[in-house]
């Protein structure tokens, strides 16, 4: 199957510091990258969809400002969360989809472990 | 949009017990209904997948089915493994209009099988 790697897997950070993801596709180019985010014992919160060559589409509620998302290229994505506070702390999942096929063609990183002191 | 309703665990079982999931949603029209698996330290795969009302998705001895009476996909096995300990999510297209790629997922459940 197709593979998606996350970077880091686990990060802690200082409050007020930024911190970058990267999602890549290891093995096939994704014109489309999603961007989740899991809360303890709740659902996957999809965050935005990330284009390639375009600016990303944000979910009602997620400030696009502090989640920035960059898919400089048909193998990467990036999420960058500004000025993390606390409450930024949080499972951030990716996946990447390949062209041509249905919705279910997405695969997904391993996740990002985010903690923000 | 669409969204999903599953049962909650943690749940755990011994080897070779039953195992059900439930899982019911709310949708527009018929979208296609997934179950995801993902195993400790991997990303979530996708497990299983039923495209129209009665069918049966199934994969290494799993199996749901498409339900519209009850606007259900249960996830069902008959005898589990250890190897199956895994958090599994219930998904649905967000929207079930043609050409929509994102997805809605459950909450998950936490399932630990034990020797």
């Known amino acids: 199957g197709a593979v998606v790697s996350q970077h880091p897997s686990r990060v802690i950070c200082k409050s007020g510091t930024s911190v970058k993801i990267e999602c890549r596709s290891l093995?096939?180019?994704?014109?489309?990258m999603f961007w989740y985010r899991q809360f303890p014992k709740k659902s996957l919160m999809l965050m935005a969809t990330?284009?390639?060559?375009?600016?990303?589409?944000?979910e009602q509620g997620v400030e696009k400002d502090k989640f920035l998302i960059n898919h400089a290229s048909l193998t990467l994505s990036t999420l960058t969360v500004t000025s993390a506070h606390p409450e930024d702390s949080s499972f951030y999942i990716c996946?990447?989809?390949?062209?041509?096929?249905?919705?279910?063609?997405?695969?997904f990183g391993p996740g990002t472990r985010l903690l923000v002191l | 949009g669409n969204s999903v309703t599953q049962m909650e665990g943690p749940v755990t079982l011994s080897e070779e017990a039953f195992l059900t999931i439930n899982c019911t949603y709310t949708?527009?029209?018929?979208?296609?209904l997934f179950w995801y698996v993902q195993y400790p330290g991997e990303g979530l795969q996708l497990l299983l997948k039923?495209?129209?009302?009665?069918d049966k998705g199934s994969n290494k001895g799993f199996e749901a089915t498409y339900r519209k009476e009850t606007t259900s996909f249960h996830l069902e096995k008959g005898s589990v493994q250890v190897s199956d300990s895994a958090v599994y999510f219930c998904?649905?297209?967000?929207?079930?209009?043609?050409?929509?790629?994102?997805?809605?997922f459950g909450k998950g459940t936490k399932l630990s099988v034990i020797p």
């Open positions: 093995d096939f180019q994704a014109t489309t």
């Open positions: 949708a527009t029209g018929y979208p296609s």
């Open positions: 996946s990447a989809r390949k062209p041509g096929g249905s919705v279910e063609t997405q695969y």
């Open positions: 990330s284009n390639e060559g375009s600016k990303a589409t944000y």
């Open positions: 998904a649905l297209p967000l929207d079930s209009g043609a050409g929509s790629y994102q997805l809605t």
């Open positions: 039923a495209t129209k009302a009665d």
